[in-house]
Nanobody
Framework: QVQLVESGGGLVQPGGSLRLSCAASGTIFSIYVMGWYRQAPGKQRELVATITSGDSTKYADSVKGRFTISRDNAKNTVSLRMNSLKYEDTAVYYC?????????WGQGTQVTVSS
């Protein structure tokens, strides 16, 4: 079992920045991919960014060049630095961890981009 706890969401103006963090606990040695997904009202959950245990990263086209995912294996955390935020980035952001046997989700953290 893996437990994920997100933090760092909030309200920000367009063009602003936020940093999301996700702390993992439990059988963390089995995690090989961690990532962030988001779900806006009335829309399906979508991938934002992922990072493997070897630090390979993948980003949605909509966030490339603006968001950066990073992983601290010593602290068992994964972070998402979000710059140049847009109205359309408003969503609940979920941390995700994938193991050989299953995948796990955090409870989600709200990000609202509004003037």
């Amino acid at each position: 079992q893996v437990q994920l706890v997100e933090s760092g969401g909030g309200l920000v103006q367009p063009g602003g920045s936020l940093r999301l963090s996700c702390a993992a606990s439990g059988t963390i040695f089995s995690i090989y991919v961690m990532g962030w997904y988001r779900q806006a009202p009335g829309k399906q959950r979508e991938l934002v960014a992922t990072i493997t245990s070897g630090d390979s990263t993948k980003y949605a086209d909509s966030v490339k060049g603006r968001f950066t995912i990073s992983r601290d294996n010593a602290k068992n955390t994964v972070s998402l630095r979000m710059n140049s935020l847009k109205y359309e980035d408003t969503a609940v952001y979920y941390c995700n961890a994938v193991t050989v046997l299953s995948q796990y989700w955090g409870q989600g953290t709200q990000v609202t981009v509004s003037s």
